[in-house]
């Protein structure tokens, strides 16, 4: 009689321990913060590593950032809920890296671009329909007029309608008819402006099985100091993570 119990009570604590074990990893969001460049570099890109480090730990996020492109690999991806591109330029994966951040996307990864990531992987073609545009252009560093075209996302609830900001503000050459805009400019505040009454800066969109959020501001330093577009960030993660 007693060996029976000694099973059970062995398979009881086996399934207490995993059930454990499964509830801390599913509760831990993880964040890989990923800034390589292979054309201009971002002096902000420092700033924005600290500002976003700070941001999550206060959200309760774990962060691990890299400039080497050997983490994308489908292994070490399978670690992270969403990966942040960071003011990253140019060709910054190879073909089998391309791969692999594809299949964590299909998987239900999220994706966060900020700024210069719309000026990066021109050649790969899903990668501009994940980030919903390219970059094209910038006039000089200015003020302008921001237009809140959505309120109820996490990414605008918390900012005013009209926003007033400084950074450098993106021309792009193609944008994809199946996002979702948070945030235009209004042309007629600055000059430069390539894009007409459609010039979207802020956007977010369900895509091929995971989610991305875009926002094209976050050029200067500045910007990582600025309460208004931390909280546009905090939002933005939170819908790419899925909370």
């Given at each position: 009689?007693?060996?029976?119990?000694?099973?059970?009570?062995?398979?009881?604590?086996?399934?207490?321990?995993?059930?454990?074990?499964?509830?801390?990893?599913?509760?831990?969001?993880?964040?890989?913060?990923?800034?390589?460049?292979?054309?201009?570099?971002?002096?902000?890109?420092?700033?924005?590593?600290?500002?976003l480090e700070k941001?999550?730990?206060?959200?309760?996020?774990?962060?691990?950032?890299?400039?080497?492109?050997?983490?994308?690999?489908?292994?070490?991806?399978?670690?992270?809920?969403?990966?942040?591109?960071?003011?990253?330029?140019?060709?910054?994966?190879?073909?089998?890296?391309?791969?692999?951040?594809?299949?964590?996307?299909?998987?239900?990864?999220?994706?966060?671009?900020?700024?210069?990531?719309s000026d990066t992987?021109?050649?790969?073609?899903?990668?501009?329909?994940?980030?919903?545009?390219?970059?094209?252009?910038?006039?000089?560093?200015?003020?302008?007029?921001?237009?809140?075209?959505?309120?109820?996302?996490?990414?605008?609830?918390?900012?005013?309608?009209?926003?007033?900001?400084?950074?450098?503000?993106?021309?792009?050459?193609?944008?994809?008819?199946?996002?979702?805009?948070?945030?235009?400019?209004?042309?007629?505040?600055?000059?430069?402006?390539?894009?007409?009454?459609?010039?979207?800066?802020?956007?977010?969109?369900?895509?091929?099985?995971?989610?991305?959020?875009?926002?094209?501001?976050?050029?200067?330093?500045?910007?990582?100091?600025?309460?208004?577009?931390?909280?546009?960030?905090?939002?933005?993660?939170?819908?790419?993570?899925?909370?």
């Amino acid at each position: 009689m007693s060996k029976p119990i000694s099973t059970f009570l062995l398979v009881l604590i086996s399934v207490i321990l995993f059930a454990g074990i499964c509830s801390g990893q599913s509760d831990e969001i993880r964040i890989l913060i990923f800034s390589k460049t292979a054309g201009f570099r971002h002096s902000s890109i420092e700033a924005g590593i600290v500002a976003l480090e700070k941001l999550a730990k206060k959200e309760g996020y774990v962060t691990e950032h890299a400039e080497d492109a050997s983490i994308f690999k489908e292994k070490e991806l399978k670690r992270f809920n969403t990966v942040i591109f960071l003011n990253t330029t140019g060709d910054v994966l190879d073909h089998n890296q391309q791969a692999d951040f594809e299949r964590f996307i299909q998987a239900g990864g999220g994706y966060m671009g900020i700024h210069a990531a719309s000026d990066t992987e021109y050649d790969w073609e899903w990668y501009g329909r994940l980030v919903g545009a390219y970059f094209k252009s910038h006039p000089n560093i200015q003020p302008a007029i921001l237009i809140v075209e959505n309120s109820t996302h996490p990414a605008t609830d918390s900012l005013p309608p009209v926003w007033e900001k400084t950074d450098e503000w993106y021309n792009f050459g193609y944008i994809s008819d199946q996002i979702n805009v948070l945030i235009r400019i209004d042309e007629n505040s600055y000059e430069g402006g390539e894009n007409g009454a459609y010039h979207p800066m802020s956007w977010y969109q369900e895509f091929n099985g995971g989610r991305s959020f875009y926002t094209a501001m976050g050029h200067t330093e500045e910007s990582y100091q600025d309460p208004l577009f931390m909280r546009h960030i905090a939002g933005g993660l939170k819908f790419v993570v899925g909370k």
